[in-house]
């Protein structure tokens, strides 16, 4: 699925590590646990994000943030774990998790807006934050639908609304 997005050659020979590393964690732990499609739906949204956040680069550049999702670390928690795509992926899981949890009263496409801004060091649901929101949620339910669903029938938006 991540190779068919354009990136760096830099990005690229990562993608032996990332590609796996996603699918372990959203097998392991997915956002939509009770769906047959769940495990899929995270892993879309998995590279949905790390595609917007850092184009698949282990870093961001001149950013506290770090890793594919580029993100903060805790206080005094270990930055290098965030660049190993399997640890990073489960603590991106939790951050949406937690996202979904507490904007769901919110439109389906902005439940992850409090991860984002968590990410982007932004403080609030800024248009902004909301329309990266938009672009990670819309580009998430474009993957599931691509390479995990035979219908062309959205169903990211339901799975969102579940949590």
């Known amino acids: 699925m991540m190779y068919g997005f354009p990136s760096t050659f830099a990005a690229i020979r990562d993608y032996g590590e990332v590609g796996p590393g996603i699918a372990r964690?959203?097998?392991?732990?997915?956002?939509?646990?009770?769906?047959?499609?769940?495990?899929?739906?995270?892993?879309?949204?998995?590279?949905?994000?790390?595609?917007?956040?850092?184009?698949?680069?282990?870093?961001?550049?001149?950013?506290?943030?770090?890793?594919?999702?580029?993100?903060?670390?805790?206080?005094?928690?270990?930055?290098v774990s965030a660049t190993i795509a399997f640890e990073a992926s489960l603590v991106a899981i939790d951050r949406m998790r937690e996202s979904m949890l507490f904007?769901?009263?919110?439109?389906?496409?902005?439940?992850?807006?409090?991860?984002?801004?968590?990410?982007?060091?932004?403080k609030g649901p800024l248009p902004k934050v909301l329309e990266e929101s938009l672009r990670v949620a819309t580009l998430a339910d474009s993957l599931l639908s691509q390479h995990y669903l035979t219908k062309s029938v959205s169903r990211f938006k339901a799975l969102l609304l579940e949590v």
């Open 25 to 79: 964690a959203a097998t392991e732990d997915p956002l939509f646990p009770t769906r047959p499609e769940g495990a899929e739906a995270t892993a879309c949204l998995l590279v949905a994000w790390a595609w917007e956040a850092t184009r698949f680069m282990k870093t961001a550049a001149s950013s506290p943030s770090i890793g594919i999702y580029a993100l903060r670390p805790p206080p005094g928690a270990s930055a």
């Open 103 to 122: 904007s769901r009263q919110r439109a389906w496409h902005e439940r992850l807006a409090p991860f984002v801004a968590e990410c982007r060091g932004e």
